[in-house]
């Protein structure tokens, strides 16, 4: 499966953005699939995930109450909401595709090109 993001940008501490993950092939439903993100100088570390239907989600501690995970298996897509953004959500966010649910990057198995968020104080 290929993986695209988008929907990053710059926006100010406070505000919201939503990410977007387009997959490619008629296998989108069968994948686990997270959001990873990676800040300068910082390992790549764990987000979000949610489970094949939608039915189950994840969440670093770090996100939780401010970020949500969703996905549209008819369109192939994979959505981060994240709101009450705050400087240190500064990164390169990724959508992966994996066979196992886990907040593991080791876990997935295919990745998107990455998506820039930058916020500013």
């Known amino acids: 499966v290929q993986l695209q993001a988008s929907g990053g940008g710059l926006v100010q501490a406070g505000g919201s953005l939503r990410l977007s993950c387009a997959a490619s092939?008629?296998?989108?439903?069968?994948?686990?699939m997270g959001w990873f993100r990676q800040a300068p100088g910082k390992e790549r570390e764990f987000v979000a995930a949610?489970?094949?239907?939608?039915?189950?989600?994840y969440y670093a501690d770090s996100v939780k109450g401010r970020f949500t995970i969703s996905r549209d298996n008819v369109k192939n897509l994979v959505y981060l909401q994240m709101n009450s953004l705050k400087p240190e959500d500064t990164a390169v966010y990724y959508c992966?595709?994996?066979?196992?649910?886990?907040?593991?990057?080791?876990?997935?198995?295919?990745w998107g090109q990455g998506a820039l968020v930058t916020v500013s104080s």
């Open positions: 092939g008629r296998t989108f439903s069968r994948y686990v």
């Open positions: 992966a595709a994996g066979s196992l649910l886990g907040t593991s990057v080791r876990t997935y198995d295919y």
């Open positions: 949610i489970s094949r239907n939608g039915g189950s989600t």
